[in-house]
């Protein structure tokens, strides 16, 4: 009995013993993926090359659809899934990487499109009416899913870069526009790139301080024990039972029904006033603003100055970029109705590509010309887009002009007093993460 018992124990132990080896060699494989190598959804290791190879669940669902066989609830999502998984780029480090599927239609339907529109006055009219209806319509049915999408981030990317290449390619080649001009539109389309990386760095966010976690109720407390020293001779103060006396009950009230306000049931955490939490980022942003699907990312505290340089940078190389465009290809017309009129350009075709790539850049221009006046209006008031949102919805602000102003007075300090706190408020030291409150 006791020997079957050893040889029972000496089986387990060269059974770990070799699933320990085995553990070991993939994690060995997994660490020398070359840069055309990935490992699946499914754990295994795969190459870019087999993109097309074991397609069980494309199989099954065009096995069905040729025998009029009704497809599964899950075959769509299961083929998604797994084409999503497989599109991928080599890399240098780790493998290859996937590739978002929401990046490929602005680069294939946005030159497809202008083109198109650049074949008849009357084509273009449709198409220019019909591209901006589509990109709302995604934004509206991605804003409600309260998913994240790098589509909108493609687009303006996207075309930013095909526009510039437009008029190095079709514009400049013509003769109206000079080695300074390019110069000067160069200098802007890298000036507003470098913006938008910075504005994408950081929007401000929080995160809770778990460390600080120790007590039934704490308020901005460190743990018990702890050295004030060690936190710059801050005194931290911790409620219990023994140093309640000492505050008031309206006070202790206050305190409660402030951290009540502002908890947040996602992040676990007390946020600090006008700090918001974003569902589509999943995460707590000082003075969150709002988040903009331009760029993917929050706008809050410390990106929101770098996000409306990022917006006049852009708006002001796309203004020169047009009239630079109308007077190379309606040299005999205004500038203020070049647009509207310009007879004979549709005669030649890199004429009527360069008037119709005007057009869109002047659709896109006047959106943002229109975010870029809401930003300046609630600086000017100290209102955040989140607060005026709420503030509407609860009927407890006042706004004038259709919605445009909306004047909380929650936190106003007068038109000087508003942009100066704006143009300080980034070089502030972001404080340390609340506490949690339980």
Not at 56 to 65: I, K, S, T, V, Y
Not at 202 to 223: C, F, M, Q, T, W
Not at 306 to 319: D, E
Request: glycine share 6%.
């Amino acid at each position: 009995m006791k020997r079957s018992v050893q040889q029972s124990g000496l089986l387990k132990a060269a059974g770990l013993s070799v699933m320990k080896r085995q553990a070991k060699k993939v994690l060995e494989e997994e660490a020398a993926l070359c840069c055309c190598e990935y490992m699946n959804r499914h754990g295994q290791r795969s190459h870019v090359a087999a993109c097309c190879c074991d397609c069980e669940d494309l199989d099954d669902a065009c096995d069905r659809f040729l025998k009029r066989e009704p497809q599964k609830p899950e075959s769509l999502s299961q083929v998604a899934a797994v084409v999503t998984d497989r599109i991928r780029v080599p890399w240098l480090w780790g493998g290859a990487r996937k590739v978002d599927l929401s990046i490929i239609p602005p680069l294939l339907l946005l030159p497809a499109l202008l083109h198109l529109a650049a074949l008849h006055f009357l084509i273009g009219m449709v198409v220019l009416t019909a591209l901006p209806g589509l990109v709302l319509w995604y934004y509206y049915f991605t804003h409600r899913k309260k998913g994240r999408t790098l589509f909108f981030l493609s687009l303006a990317l996207f075309s930013l870069a095909y526009m510039y290449y437009l008029f190095i390619t079709e514009v400049f080649p013509r003769g109206d526009v000079g080695l300074l001009q390019l110069a000067l539109i160069s200098v802007g389309v890298v000036l507003t790139l470098l913006a938008l990386f910075h504005t994408k760095r950081d929007p401000g966010i929080l995160r809770p301080n778990e460390e600080s976690v120790h007590s039934k109720v704490a308020y901005y407390s460190s743990p018990t024990g702890r050295n004030p020293s060690l936190s710059g001779g801050r005194q931290d103060v911790t409620m219990t039972v023994a140093n309640r006396a000492g505050v008031s009950e309206h006070a202790e009230e206050e305190m409660k029904e402030s951290n009540r306000k502002n908890w947040c049931q996602a992040c676990r955490m007390v946020r600090p006033p006008r700090a918001g939490h974003c569902r589509i980022c999943g995460v707590c942003v000082l003075r969150l603003d709002h988040h903009c699907v331009w760029i993917n990312s929050c706008v809050g505290q410390a990106n929101h100055r770098s996000f409306l340089l990022t917006l006049v940078l852009f708006l002001l190389t796309s203004l020169y970029g047009i009239s630079l465009v109308l007077q190379s290809v309606c040299p005999r017309q205004n500038l203020l109705f070049a647009l509207l009129y310009c007879p004979g350009v549709y005669n030649q075709y890199s004429t009527a590509l360069c008037f119709t790539c005007a057009w869109y850049s002047s659709i896109v221009t006047g959106g943002l010309l229109h975010l870029l006046a809401i930003q300046l209006i609630n600086v000017s008031y100290n209102v955040t887009e989140r607060e005026a949102r709420i503030a509407l919805r609860e009927k407890t602000a006042r706004s004038a002009y259709w919605g445009l102003v909306v004047n909380t007075g929650a936190y106003s300090r007068g038109f000087r007093g508003n942009w100066s706190e704006f143009m300080s408020m980034g070089d502030k030291v972001i404080p340390p993460s609340p506490t949690d409150l339980v």
